[in-house]
């Protein structure tokens, strides 16, 4: 049976391709393709129909089991994925905000992305605009809000301020150099040394960064030199690094700054000095976009993925670096399969690397 | 010359008996008694005679000069001591808010209390209620304010809620377990262990506390039944130890609970895990009493010591643990430095101890 061969429409049942675990593990042994059937929908839901979903870190540290957010285990196992966008391809009766042909993105935890229908209440959708690349709406759930409501929520920032961050090159990282800029507040990036390092700071410069350092340079004096010149106290730290990088960054914010943090991507625990948080007034505090969107009204979120969608269509905010995988129309279950896995390996490479994005024809 | 020999007037000169250093460095070193002389007092200023002045911790760093607040040094030197109590004895033409009798507290940093007499611009005291006892009163503007902004600042607490707190048995934390016992707030206090530690738990018992817990059983599975069988979560943690113990009652916080750090005691730095900060929202940052002082408005602080006054008056808040040192009127200069310098000695040993007052008859 190809992709082709499915039904739309809300009076039969549909099949949806997916990538499903029956129980928590690697999710290279876990995951495999299954055909689900989805019964006719009910009146308060719509039909979807998937367009792309990444494959995010945080999906499989879920699917390992070792994430707070558990996948939503049905009779048939869970599907995985957590982002993603979706065209709506049938409503039900009494669905009230979402029509068909729009675009949709997952309003609740552990939606299951990966798969290529999907029937949901229409509460757990949020509306996005249409005028984006597919690629842009699927990677707009987790990594630009994040980027977007840390540099929003915890310090007042003004045009001139100055930031940074460590773990700069990840798609977090991307998004918080592209929205500063915009913003016009100044970034100051650490990444880890490696060998194309002058090639990743070029990189980084193009989307607006105002200053890439190594990490191994975070105590120089010379660093701490650069930081003076940019004429402004650093008044906030994101990290998602942790350890030493995090300890670093921290050395470089200025009184009455904020760290925030975001990943632990080190796995070191944070380590901080009593002395600065009393009398530089600094403060530490952690940010999970979960939460948030748990928190959260609907207004502002829709004030939020509109105020995003227009810093993309305006060319502020790219697409993350990505490899596409296409699941096409005629490919059979077993090539479904395995273009998953080989994507899903490159996306459990080390941090940093492109973004892994599944799309379907 | 003999302290009764001091002349009381605006149109005289006055001598002061102060405790005065001429640089940095170990106090028992660089302090010695001199007698100051005090020119006939400006318009604007206030001629004080000190009633009682504590040695605090932060008063022996200052000499070291390893505090961010320096002494005020001038031609004959800085006069030691940042707390205390003093009566207005006279007042110049254009002082309009004191009045001769009046109590007063310094609103200044290194306002130099160690000393008999002094003149003083009057913005740079605050007044304060004579119904209190003295020893009390020269004690009310560091340790219970900090407990004090401490339990209203960081976290919206009320009555039922549970706060937990290291170095539990210090000025600053038998202010936390009196101002919160008022308020209806429990709370959990730790203290390392030593040979005498069931008298100490009953002192702070006595005094209002709700659970108190060694140091060492911080991590064990009964502190965390104890813990959680007060009913409801911890919002609210102290810390002026770091290293292994605030990292102990980190893990002890609920979710989008505080940790606010005021002191470090153990010398070792802040250790969190990334996990904590991220999936349960918490929050650290620190607590300067000092820059709270500067900050805010002289409104805002009456409001706090009148509050104070009340819980001392209401016997909510009793005068800290201390030892009293007389300075008396027919004491040589000999002997009050002599004096001193043994309260010195206490007040330098390990934390925890007794707080050392200096009264000036």
């Known amino acids: 049976m190809t992709l082709s061969s499915l039904k739309l429409a809300t009076n039969y049942s549909t099949i949806s391709k997916a990538m499903v675990c029956e129980k928590h593990g690697q999710p290279k042994d876990v995951l495999r393709l299954k055909e689900l059937t989805i019964p006719k929908i009910k009146d308060d839901e719509v039909l979807v129909k998937f367009l792309a979903a990444p494959i995010n870190p945080s999906d499989i540290n879920q699917i390992e089991g070792v994430y707070p957010i558990k996948p939503r285990f049905k009779k048939y196992g869970a599907v995985g994925g957590n982002e993603g966008v979706a065209e709506v391809v049938a409503a039900g009766n009494k669905v009230k905000n979402l029509t068909v042909g729009d675009w949709v993105i997952p309003d609740t935890k552990a939606f299951g992305t990966w798969q290529t229908f999907a029937a949901s209440p229409e509460n757990e959708l949020q509306k996005i605009s249409k005028n984006i690349s597919k690629i842009s709406a699927s990677t707009i759930s987790v990594n630009p809000p994040t980027a977007y409501r840390m540099l929003k929520d915890f310090v007042n920032l003004k045009k001139g301020d100055v930031i940074i961050q460590n773990g700069a090159n990840s798609a977090v990282g991307q998004a918080v150099i592209q929205i500063a800029k915009a913003w016009g507040i100044k970034t100051i990036n650490v990444v880890r040394d490696r060998p194309n390092f002058d090639e990743l700071a070029d990189q980084l410069h193009k989307l607006g960064a105002t200053l890439v350092i190594k990490e191994e340079d975070l105590r120089a004096n010379s660093t ?9 106290p650093v008044r906030l730290g994101l990290n998602c690094v942790g350890g030493k990088s995090a300890n670093g960054i921290t050395r470089l914010l200025g009184h009455n700054a904020s760290l925030v943090t975001y990943g632990g991507m080190s796995k070191q625990p944070l380590t901080f000095g009593t002395g600065p948080f009393i ?9 999970w976009v979960s939460r948030w969107n748990k928190e959260a009204s609907k207004k502002d979120k829709q004030y939020m993925f509109d105020d995003l969608c227009e810093l993309i269509r305006g060319g502020y905010l790219a697409e993350p670096w990505h490899d596409e995988t296409k699941w096409e129309l005629s490919d059979d279950n077993k090539t479904l399969n395995r273009k998953f896995m080989k994507a899903l390996s490159k996306a459990g ?6 973004k892994q994005i599944l799309t379907f024809e």
């Not at 009398?279 to 940010?287: R, S």
């Not at 490479?349 to 492109?354: E, L």
């Open 224 to 232: 701490r030199e650069l930081v003076k010149n940019l004429g402004s």
């Open 279 to 287: 009398f530089k007034n600094l403060k530490a505090c952690g940010f």
């Open 349 to 354: 490479a080390s941090f940093g690397n492109k």
